[in-house]
């Protein structure tokens, strides 16, 4: 029996081994990661529920609905809850009318990382669908219906390169805002993405206790403070836009290529904005599905593109405001000299036509605008140089983006320095003299030559347009107003000023003038035609490309100016014979809407 | 038979009997938190189990030994009766025949009380043989046969873990009275052979998971290796102190699976923190050390090898069964004695903790003394 006694020793050593291992172990869970556990034991029953908060709405300058928001009900999985995973799948697959392989993938990549966050199955499912899932939501445990809010356009396609669209957030966007969820939809072109941070809501959310199960417990008793915060939905932003004026603008572009652009000249605020083709923003509501957004980018009639603002274009004759005023008021010319027009120039050995081969004979300042002639301005460029030239450019806004807030180009406004750095190569006379009927180098927005047609009707104030009229907040609280913002002063006297909008009153007014066919019969109108040759490297395209993009800018009332219009066709021909009379449609739609708004005022 | 003995009272083994009834006391009050929230229904019925059994421990420890080991190849046949029972009229649970239905009152699992009658049976085998050297192969044919019989019929059931902790217990005692190392060696072969057959073979797809899952918990942490997580997220998460009793929220909104039986280990360590668990680990201990502190003074080989048997049984529940909470090893339906709801094991560990206080009231009477043993 002593020998069982020594043996029964070395038992209680294992014996004490064994429980030495065990406490070990308790030490090692309860001891040292007893915090890190206490807060896994916390996600455990703490469910966040999330409060989306809704986008805010864009509103046109009266008021109108542009851009709202709708419920959507759309369907999460939270795969830790996820009992049966094929099971959940196929039930939901059915219902949903999606791939059943698909959603299991998603669950099960889902669930290697963070399994208590919700992947979204689908967006926006119908009322029969909703139905059909609340009533088996005890089978269909781990599935959450998130009410949601989508993007709605209750006027279409209308403004839509404007408005811009949503796109699903991207790693970069997640990064720069922790307030953004990663299912959220965000802008990405345009106002929505401009005014981004005011239209964004702040989201909100709910802690609720949940039992192993995933049902709401209503105990309070293992956490002493559940956080909740409230959802705030973003700011109503209301645009300049006119979008009955913005109706009429996309609606006389019809089929063509082109902008029309209308500011109003004492504010700068944006009264339509219309480029066309266009795309409708209804395709972005979901986040765009992958071959529509293929056709929309090789589109080769680039429907992304807003020709408004990101349109570069030579603006030939609507850019010989610039040389008028740098000439006039520099001291080069006056209203009275006269230059000789044989319908063509002579600098050095170079011959410069003139677009009316005969020529026009004599002209002075008034009667070059009034028939655009070319020679007189080839002459009043070469006598003042490209530096002067260049000045009056870049004090009109040309060859700098407008700070408008939405996607824009800068365009080029040309000189020494410009070209040295571009092309390393000096300046020739010649480019001066092109530079002055607005071809060469020149590349302009169609929003540049509105401001500048702008800063003419008002007596030289360049201003910076607005697209945003005002920034209120869900609870009523103004956050923006805007108020009329002066990019630059243009150095030039009164009297001069005003012998160039004489002259673009005579362009549409006098017998000889080129813009004719805008001529109203109540109502003033000042403006300039331009025809800009288009200079195409692309020897498979069609003929009709290398028409001539067909420009007008003009403002109104000619006495007392409230608006300015300018129009741009990309390859449409003349200027006079097919921007003009889409200008003239703008002013008369204009007219016909203040005379309205006038009379419901007097009501 | 049952010997009113003065010195039977004074030799009564107050220590081990009120070691006993506290750890009663811990493991309804423990029970009482697990399955407030399903109504006390097994908090009540383990109330009345542990009554019975404190009487039937009270019952046996008067009972003489030397009457068990007579009749040990008796109760050793009645008890593989009842497995056969069992295996034809049984009541299925979740996929085994492991209960007998006692008038609809009770359910009693008799693979538990089978591990009692093993001990006697191998004690009882040992005792006859006076072998000196240690044992060889073919010494073991008789021990190896009355072990696999009842081995192979809970394996049929099937409930592995029952099956495993029997043999865990029968081997250990093997293992005390010695065997040649060649043996050992022979012996050993023949178990991995055996494991990699049933690897193979017989395991069911839900026992493979249980050890894959083992091996990696969080491999699957849905399906088999959710059981252990949750039940170490409720360990780890009690802390030093604990939530306090009734505040784990672990246990309470049941994120703890089977908390009230295999793993009612978890909700003591969620609600009582490091120093509950260290205290009835400890409890556990000193038990143990009572039982073979008796077996090493035991004056004969019966009831020596009978008290190592039961500490052996106690042994390898706890470590089996802790070691499956705190995620050691893998998840086997093994319950902590006592602590887990189930009158079946509660009434093995009663009646293994009665015959051991039994064997040491009779300390004194040695072997040449004449006993009634009629």
Request: net charge positive; aromatic share 10%.
């Amino acid at each position: 029996m002593q020998d069982f006694r020594n043996r029964l020793l070395i038992v209680t050593v294992i014996l004490g081994l064994a429980f030495l291992v065990l406490g070990s172990r308790l030490w090692y869970l309860q001891v040292l990661k007893g915090d890190e556990f206490a807060k896994f034991s916390m996600e455990n029953h703490i469910r966040v529920e999330r409060i989306p908060a809704p986008r805010g709405r864009i509103l046109d300058r009266y008021g109108k609905e542009l851009v709202i928001n709708r419920t959507s009900f759309d369907i999460y999985v939270i795969p830790k809850d996820v009992k049966d995973i094929p099971y959940l799948s196929s039930s939901l697959s059915q219902v949903l009318n999606l791939d059943s392989n698909q959603i299991e993938k998603d669950i099960k990549s889902a669930l290697s990382k963070k399994s208590f966050k919700p992947v979204l199955i689908t967006k926006d499912i119908n009322r029969d669908q909703l139905a059909y899932i609340e009533a088996r939501r005890s089978s269909l445990l781990g599935v959450i219906i998130e009410i949601n809010n989508l993007r709605q356009y209750p006027h279409g396609v209308l403004g839509a390169s404007f408005l811009g669209y949503i796109g699903k957030v991207n790693d970069a966007e997640l990064q720069n805002n922790p307030n953004i969820n990663n299912t959220d939809l965000v802008g990405k072109t345009g106002v929505e993405k401009g005014w981004e941070s005011s239209l964004r809501g702040d989201h909100g959310y709910k802690q609720k206790v949940t039992d192993a199960l995933g049902r709401e417990v209503e105990s309070n008793l293992f956490l002493a403070d559940l956080h909740n915060k409230k959802s705030m939905p973003g700011n109503d932003v209301r645009l300049t836009i006119d979008i009955s004026l913005q109706q009429a603008a996309e609606e006389v572009l019809g089929e063509e290529s082109g902008a029309i652009v209308v500011v109003d000249v004492n504010s700068g605020q944006v009264l339509a904005l219309a480029s066309k083709p266009s795309f409708d923003p209804a395709d972005f509501i979901k986040g765009i599905d992958s071959k529509t957004w293929a056709n929309l980018v090789n589109d080769k009639s680039s429907p992304l593109l807003n020709r408004a603002t990101q349109g570069l274009y030579a603006p030939g004759s609507v850019f010989k405001m610039v040389p008028s005023v740098a000439a006039l008021n520099e001291g080069f010319i006056n209203e009275e000299e006269h230059v000789y027009c044989p319908g063509y120039y002579k600098s050095g050995s170079s011959t410069f036509r003139c677009w009316k081969r005969g020529g026009h004979g004599r002209v002075n300042l008034r009667s070059a605008i009034v028939k655009s002639c070319d020679v007189y301005f080839y002459k009043i460029a070469e006598m003042m140089g490209i530096n002067n030239l260049n000045k009056y450019m870049t004090a009109f806004g040309y060859g700098s983006k407008t700070d408008l807030g939405i996607e824009e180009r800068a365009g080029v406004a040309p000189s020494r320095e410009w070209k040295k750095k571009r092309f390393n190569k000096s300046w020739y006379k010649g480019e001066t003299i092109l530079s002055s009927i607005g071809q060469g180098y020149v590349s302009v927005t169609p929003l540049q030559v509105a401001m500048m047609t702008a800063a003419v009707a008002n007596d030289g104030k360049l201003l910076k347009p607005s697209i945003i009229k005002e920034i209120v907040s869900y609870g009523g609280e103004e956050k923006f107003n805007h108020t009329p913002t002066v990019t630059s002063n243009i150095p030039v006297q009164k009297q001069m000023l005003d012998l160039v909008k004489d002259a673009m009153v005579g362009v549409v007014n006098d017998p000889g003038g080129t813009g004719r066919s805008a001529r109203l019969q109540d109502m003033m109108v000042a403006g300039k035609t331009g025809t800009a040759q288009v200079v195409s490297l692309d020897s498979q395209s069609e003929k009709r490309k290398h028409r001539d993009h067909a420009w007008f800018t003009s403002y109104a009332p000619a006495e007392s100016p409230e608006i300015a219009v300018t129009v741009l066709i990309e390859h449409g021909g003349k200027g006079g014979a097919v921007a003009a009379p889409i200008a003239k449609k703008i002013l008369e739609v204009y007219k016909k809407l203040k005379e309205e708004r006038e009379a419901d005022d007097n009501v | 038979m049952i010997m009113f003995d003065r010195r039977l009272l004074k030799n009564f083994g107050w220590s081990l009997f009120l070691m006993t009834l506290a750890f009663c006391a811990i493991s309804l009050l423990n029970l009482y938190s697990a399955s407030y929230e399903t109504g006390l229904i097994s908090f009540k019925k383990q109330f009345i189990w542990i009554g019975v059994g404190i009487i039937t421990l009270a019952l046996v420890s008067f009972l003489n030994y030397r009457f068990l080991k007579q009749y040990s190849i008796y109760i050793y046949v009645f008890s593989l009766l009842l497995l056969l029972y069992v295996l034809v009229f049984g009541k299925e649970v979740s996929g085994s025949r492991s209960w007998i239905d006692i008038a609809s009152i009770a359910t009693i699992q008799p693979s538990e009380l089978v591990k009692i009658a093993v001990i006697l049976v191998l004690a009882r085998f040992y005792d006859n043989d006076y072998q000196a050297t240690p044992y060889g192969f073919l010494d073991l044919i008789k021990p190896i046969i009355l072990i696999a019989i009842p081995f192979v019929l809970i394996l049929l059931q099937p409930d592995l873990g029952t099956a495993l902790t029997m043999l865990l217990v029968s081997g250990s005692m093997v293992l005390f009275m010695g065997v040649k190392k060649w043996s050992v060696a022979f012996i050993l072969i023949v178990i991995l052979g055996v494991s990699f057959y049933s690897w193979h073979y017989t395991l069911k797809p839900y026992q493979k998971d249980r050890i894959r899952t083992f091996i990696n918990p969080s491999s699957d942490p849905l399906n088999a290796g959710y059981n252990s997580i949750q039940s170490q997220i409720a360990i780890g998460s009690g802390g030093v102190t604990g939530k306090g009793l009734r505040s784990g929220s672990q246990t309470q909104l049941r994120f703890i699976p089977a908390q009230q039986t295999d793993f009612a280990f978890s909700v003591l360590a969620e609600e009582w923190g490091f120093l509950g668990s260290i205290f009835v680990l400890l409890l556990y201990f000193t038990i143990i050390l009572w039982m073979l502190d008796t077996s090493s003074r035991a004056k004969e080989k019966f009831s020596m090898l009978v008290c190592f048997g039961i500490a052996a049984m106690f042994f390898w529940h706890v470590v089996v069964n802790v070691g499956m909470v705190i995620g050691l090893l893998p998840v086997t339906g093994v319950p902590l004695l006592i602590f887990s709801y189930g009158g079946s094991s509660t009434l093995t560990a009663m009646i293994g903790i009665g015959i051991v206080l039994g064997i040491r009231m009779r300390k004194f009477s040695m072997s040449g003394e004449a006993i009634d043993l009629g």
